[in-house]
């Protein structure tokens, strides 16, 4: 696998390319993008969180995970389950697909290498866009992934702790638009949201509304290290 070398000038993102009265201008950034993002877009605390396992070796496939602070959760396990088969880079982002800084982020993290399988999930800090956004948004991520070769598997956000028909309905409608644009690019689907949704003791999985404990989160580990590896498998 080929490693490339990923050049970062540290006046890409400076302070004057964050005018406040008009919002984040992705032009300013240098990034061929044509809308303006408002600030009234964006989460109070917004955060990102890339990471590179095993960054010097290259003599097992890389895998990428994208996700948010639930990726954050189930991450760990995962990895452990996957000694020996991948090394693991991730992307975990409060940024939600309609939102370009995402573009950006992404950028980051798919530049320093080859990944053989990009698990993705866009999470549930999507539910402050509007869908139309978050569709036009999840198009272009899923045709800039494309490009890259890999084998991409989409990933069906979580539900909330109590999260039945009336409190999961904008977690379903992303879900559904991840699902479809999926089928129509030909990416695999792991579906975290039913997974959650059929356990007996769902409630006894979370420790607050959207977050699990440890025992949620070895849940949500190994069905996507399990998902993983079995593609990787059908790669070979």
């Known amino acids: 696998m080929n490693r490339k070398i990923i050049v970062l000038l540290g006046s890409l993102i400076a302070a004057n390319a964050f005018p406040a009265d008009a ?4 032009n300013r950034l240098g990034v061929y993008y044509n809308e303006v993002v408002p600030v009234g877009e964006f989460e109070e605390t917004e955060w990102m969180d890339i990471r590179h396992e095993s960054a010097n070796k ?32 991730s992307l975990g982002t409060s940024a939600c697909v309609g939102n370009p800084m995402f573009d950006l982020q992404l950028e980051l993290v798919l530049k320093p ?18 869908l139309d956004d978050y569709k036009k948004g999840m198009e272009r991520v899923y045709e800039r992934l494309q490009r890259t070769g890999a084998k991409v598997i989409v990933v069906m956000t979580t539900p909330q702790a ?16 991840a699902r479809e ?29 959207v977050h699990y404990n440890e025992n949620g989160a070895a849940i949500l580990a190994q069905q996507v290290s399990g998902k993983i590896e079995e593609t990787l498998n059908s790669k070979k």
């Open 23 to 26: 919002g984040l201008d992705m």
């Open 58 to 89: 290259d003599d097992l496939p890389r895998v990428l995970m994208i996700g948010d602070s639930i990726l954050g959760q189930y991450r760990q396990p995962a990895l452990i389950s996957l000694q020996g088969t991948a090394y693991i880079s």
């Open 113 to 130: 290498y080859d990944y053989e399988v990009i698990h993705i999930n866009n999470g549930l800090h999507g539910l402050n866009f509007p």
């Open 162 to 177: 109590r999260g039945e028909d009336g409190e999961s309905d904008g977690i379903i409608e992303r879900n559904n638009v």
């Open 181 to 209: 644009l999926a089928e129509q690019y030909g990416y695999e689907t792991n579906d975290l949201f039913s997974l959650v949704m059929e356990q007996d003791n769902r409630q006894d999985l979370f420790m607050d509304s």
